[in-house]
């Protein structure tokens, strides 16, 4: 597959992480990053203007408030451009089950219809939970490819075998790398 219409974004938080104490750079950050220089293709980071809580708890909060409320936060960096985009390397936390809401803030705000996404999701145990479908019930013109979850604290703990696991899900996707 041809990477130059491939763009990768990602959303990731800093601060107090589940089990490992306070990150410096996010799982989904890192595992981005990875992709990105993986496939020579473009990062975007989709962040929140207001942020959230550096602490654990008060931020598993206002993402819960935040989602029970459909809420699309504004975003902190401008829109990539994404004429001609057509595949999306979608790296993101599982909260709650759900994306963060900034995701669809960034999916709504680009051109999705006929878009390749592949779902990369962290998590602590509950895998992409009802992400993957979730996008594609949002996104029905989108093109929601079979996804990939990888444990945050395996990101932290044991990079190798998580950026492993990365690179052969996108190759068996069809990416050159
Ligand atoms: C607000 C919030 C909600 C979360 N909800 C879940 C969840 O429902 N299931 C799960 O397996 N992990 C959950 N987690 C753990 C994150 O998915 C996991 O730590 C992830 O790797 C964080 O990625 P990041 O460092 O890129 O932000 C939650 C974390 C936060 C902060």
């Not at 990477?3 to 601060?15: E, M, P, Q």
């Not at 992709?35 to 602490?55: F, N, Q, R, W």
């Not at 996404?117 to 602590?124: I, K, Q, R, W």
């Amino acid at each position: 597959m041809d990477n130059s219409r491939t763009l990768v974004a990602f959303f990731s938080r800093k601060g107090e992480n589940y089990l490992v104490g306070s990150i410096k750079e996010g799982n989904g950050e890192i595992l981005a990053k990875e992709a990105a220089s993986m496939l020579s293709a473009p990062v975007y980071e989709i962040a929140s203007e207001k942020g959230y809580p550096e602490d654990y708890e008060e931020c598993s909060k206002a993402a819960k408030a935040e989602r029970d409320s459909n809420e699309r936060p504004s975003l902190r960096f401008p829109l990539p451009d994404s004429s001609g985009l057509e595949s999306l390397i979608l790296v993101y936390p599982n909260w709650w089950g759900d994306l963060p809401m900034p995701v669809y803030t960034f999916l709504d705000g680009i051109n999705t219809d006929g878009l390749m996404v592949y779902p990369v999701c962290t998590h602590e145990g509950n895998g992409l939970g009802m992400t993957d479908r979730c996008l594609s019930g949002v996104y029905p013109k989108a093109r929601i490819m079979p996804g990939i979850a990888i444990r945050g604290t395996s990101v932290q703990e044991n990079r190798a075998d998580a950026v492993a696991k990365l690179r052969d899900y996108l190759e068996k996707a069809g990416f050159t790398l």
